[in-house]
């Protein structure tokens, strides 16, 4: 038996961001000459505590004036839910060109986020997270951002309707007149 150490087998300008398998390969030879391979690739390698992704449901086109909604789901590597995560959203139509900037603390496993309108001009949005701090504690440089790029939803009249779910509106029933 003899330890391996992942960090002396990398390059030394190799991104401390990391993540993915090792696969080992082993020859052994034994004493009559003969030689036996095996090899193993269900080492895990994961220098980062949180896992973060955007939810299938977040749409992938907007529509140009309205609000757009979408979700991060914010996770441990084992697929828990991560509360108390810090995520940077921010929505861009080009590098330095910024339309929307909000820091969210996720809560059960999830940060939900609303750009309150995306200009009437804009294609392509690109939607960057990146966690920022846990508990609180800032994470510095630690975590690679996660991107999204969603494109104008085509309108040939270029009007577009917002429908909302009814579960967001309190229904008041009214009495009855005699």
């Not at 095996?38 to 299938?56: E, F, G």
């Not at 997270?129 to 040939?156: C, E, F, H, R």
């Not at 429908?163 to 309190?170: D, G």
């Given at each position: 038996?003899?330890?391996?150490?992942?960090?002396?087998?990398?390059?030394?300008?190799?991104?401390?961001?990391?993540?993915?398998?090792?696969?080992?390969?082993?020859?052994?030879?034994?004493?009559?000459?003969?030689?036996?391979?095996?090899?193993?690739?269900?080492?895990?390698?994961?220098?980062?505590?949180?896992?973060?992704?955007?939810?299938?449901?977040?749409?992938?086109q907007?529509?140009?004036?309205?609000?757009?909604?979408?979700?991060?789901?914010?996770?441990?590597?084992?697929?828990?839910?991560?509360d108390?995560?810090?995520?940077?959203?921010?929505?861009?139509?080009?590098?330095?060109?910024?339309?929307?900037?909000?820091?969210?603390?996720?809560?059960?496993?999830?940060?939900e986020?609303?750009?309150?309108?995306?200009?009437?001009?804009?294609?392509?949005?690109?939607?960057?997270?990146?966690?920022?701090?846990?508990?609180?504690?800032?994470?510095?440089?630690?975590?690679?951002?996660?991107?999204?790029?969603i494109?104008?939803?085509?309108?040939?009249?270029?009007?577009?309707?917002?429908?909302?779910?009814?579960?967001?509106?309190?229904?008041?029933?009214?009495?009855?007149?005699?």
């Amino acid at each position: 038996m003899f330890d391996i150490c992942a960090k002396d087998m990398m390059p030394v300008d190799f991104s401390e961001h990391f993540r993915g398998t090792v696969n080992i390969w082993a020859t052994v030879t034994a004493v009559d000459g003969s030689k036996q391979v095996t090899s193993d690739d269900t080492t895990l390698v994961q220098k980062q505590l949180i896992d973060i992704k955007y939810s299938k449901d977040t749409r992938k086109q907007f529509k140009p004036g309205l609000p757009y909604q979408g979700k991060v789901e914010v996770s441990y590597p084992d697929g828990s839910p991560a509360d108390g995560v810090t995520v940077r959203i921010k929505a861009e139509l080009a590098p330095k060109d910024n339309v929307y900037t909000s820091e969210l603390v996720s809560q059960n496993g999830l940060v939900e986020f609303q750009i309150p309108s995306i200009p009437t001009a804009a294609q392509y949005v690109w939607l960057e997270s990146k966690v920022i701090a846990i508990d609180g504690k800032s994470t510095g440089d630690q975590y690679l951002p996660n991107y999204l790029s969603i494109s104008s939803w085509y309108s040939p009249s270029k009007c577009h309707l917002l429908i909302q779910p009814l579960e967001k509106y309190r229904w008041v029933r009214m009495p009855e007149l005699p």
